[in-house]
């Protein structure tokens, strides 16, 4: 059993700064890409930005310049560095893995989702 669990949500002001965590346990044999997606109120969930293995990074436009994805592999953990945050980021952070366990083949693992409110 593969679980994400995440963390660092919460309420900050505009131009403030959050740093999420997300850490995979279970029965992993690898873990591809990680990243983070985020969906607010009466919208689709989109991508945030997403790691490679390798460290290669993808960013949506709208937070480039301000927001910072790394892993640590040796925890199976990404983070989410988030800075100069605007009211337009407010949305549920998830947390996701493409990632290979001992009992099935690579598949998308999803976190239950961390709140981060930024007031204006």
């Known amino acids: 059993q593969v679980q994400l669990v995440e963390s660092g949500g919460g309420l900050v002001q505009a131009g403030g700064s959050l740093r999420l965590s997300c850490a995979a346990s279970?029965?992993?044999?690898?873990?591809?890409?990680m990243g983070w997606y985020r969906q607010a109120p009466g919208k689709q969930r989109e991508l945030v930005a997403a790691i490679t293995s390798g460290g290669s990074t993808n960013y949506a436009d709208s937070v480039k310049g301000r927001f910072t994805i790394s892993r640590d592999n040796a925890k199976n953990t990404v983070y989410l560095q988030m800075n100069s945050l605007k009211p337009e980021d407010t949305a549920v952070y998830y947390c996701?893995?493409?990632?290979?366990?001992?009992?099935?083949?690579?598949?998308?693992?999803w976190g239950q989702g961390t709140q981060v409110t930024v007031s204006s």
């Open positions: 996701n893995a493409d990632l290979r366990s001992w009992a099935m083949g690579p598949r998308d693992y």
């Open positions: 279970g029965s992993i044999f690898s873990i591809n890409a």
